[in-house]
């Protein structure tokens, strides 16, 4: 193994311990092969360790577990207990900002849900906009009663209006980044969990370790236009093919399938669903976020076994909509030689994971396995 450009090497105090440790900030080849810049790897962290004398290997989500023990006069194993019990949700929506925030810390996603508010004395739509949006041009997506006037320069003290839903993501703080290509696309990678990008398909494996979350990412060139739902029918038969699917490919296994769609600031919109899946043995949870751009799109797919204390449909929700289109291509074509997305002979939707045959797929044998000892024992 050789290291190429040595000087990028450092010896700062990472964990704060009073030891030198070691950054090794250049890309690591074996058998001294030059890689492609685009190919370089992340840094790679070597703490150094008093009582063994001798340098062990860490992630950076390791290091700041270390740095923040050291803050804390904990160990390693308690500060990593401690981090988990206050980690419960971090990404859960909030409708409203606190006092104190950053609006560029959060993201804001507009809802099709609508909330009532009651015309205060010096309102107008302007800044009713303002309060609720943070610019007064959205005001004329405020709805007012039938009965109101049609002026919308005329409000009534005590008239209720009604605004659509907004809430906020606070953007992770800690984020590593995720795939970067200058001129094409990023997607945050929270810190915390491990996310795949996927060349061509969605495999699903039982998750082990101390891993709290593992999710797959699969970013592309845009194969549909801006945005394939933009038309509320289209929104529509979406779901109604989901339903279906879910029907057909999983009867009786599948629970609370619920969906999202969401409008972003950037002008694109997210769209989401999720649901319970029943293998006989334990319960899965599934959930799919698409946010689509200009030239690129990406899917965001969570699935693991369900845990009653954290959301994973929050973590995918706010991956995929930190996905940044920079208008470029990032080189991940869509075509003949690709391999089709698992489900897409399935539905009307072949750009998209059809997760419900996923299911069907991954637990079909486990399920009837189940179904026969349970028969066969009655």
């Known amino acids: 193994m050789s290291i190429e450009l040595p000087d990028t090497i450092t010896y700062p105090d990472l964990n704060g311990d009073g030891y030198a440790d070691m950054r090794v900030g250049a890309p690591v080849h074996i058998n001294g092969a030059k890689a492609i810049e685009d190919d370089y790897t992340p840094p790679s962290y070597l703490l150094w360790n008093p009582l063994l004398e001798q340098f062990a290997y860490k992630t950076e989500k390791e290091v700041e577990n270390s740095r923040q023990a050291v803050a804390n006069g904990l160990t390693d194993e308690e500060q990593e207990q ?19 925030a950053d609006s ?15 015309v205060q004395e010096g309102d107008n739509l302007w800044r009713i906009s ?17 009965d109101a006037p ?35 696309f990023q997607i945050e990678q929270p810190d915390g969990f491990h996310y795949y990008f996927l060349d061509d398909d969605v495999t699903y494996g039982w998750w082990e370790g101390d891993d709290e979350n593992q999710i797959h990412c699969l970013p592309v060139t845009n194969p549909v236009g801006e945005n394939p739902f933009h038309e509320p029918e289209e929104w529509e038969a979406f779901q109604a093919e989901a339903v279906r699917c879910s029907e057909e490919l999983c009867p009786g296994k599948v629970s609370n399938l619920t969906f999202e769609k969401s409008h972003m600031e950037d002008g694109c919109e997210l769209y989401g669903y999720s649901f ?6 334990e319960i899965i949870e599934y959930v799919d976020f698409v946010k689509f751009g200009r030239n690129n799109m990406a899917e965001v797919i969570g699935v693991r076994e369900q845990e009653p204390n954290t959301v994973l449909v929050n ?16 080189g991940m074509g869509w ?6 997305n698992v489900g897409a002979d399935q539905w009307e939707y072949p750009y998209l994971h059809n997760l419900f045959e996923a299911a069907k797929e991954q637990f079909a044998n486990t399920s009837d396995s189940v179904e026969k000892s349970t028969s066969e024992s009655s």
Request: overall charge negative.
């Open 82 to 100: 401690k981090t988990k019990r206050e980690r419960k949700d971090p990404f859960a929506p909030v409708q409203e900002l606190p006092e104190w």
């Open 104 to 118: 560029e810390d959060y993201i804001k996603l507009t809802g099709d849900k609508m909330r009532e508010y009651e």
């Open 130 to 146: 303002e309060r609720f949006y943070g610019t007064g041009y959205k005001w004329p997506t405020i709805v007012r009663a039938e």
């Open 150 to 184: 049609e002026d919308p320069n005329v409000l009534q003290v005590g008239e209720t209006v009604f605004v659509p839903e907004v809430f906020y993501i606070r953007k992770d703080p800690y984020s590593r980044g995720g795939l970067r290509s200058e001129g094409s």
């Open 276 to 281: 319970e899946y029943d293998t006989g043995k």
């Open 315 to 330: 973590t995918v929700r706010y991956m995929a909509a930190s996905f940044t289109d920079y208008g470029g291509k990032p």
């Open 335 to 340: 075509g003949d030689d690709t391999i089709p």
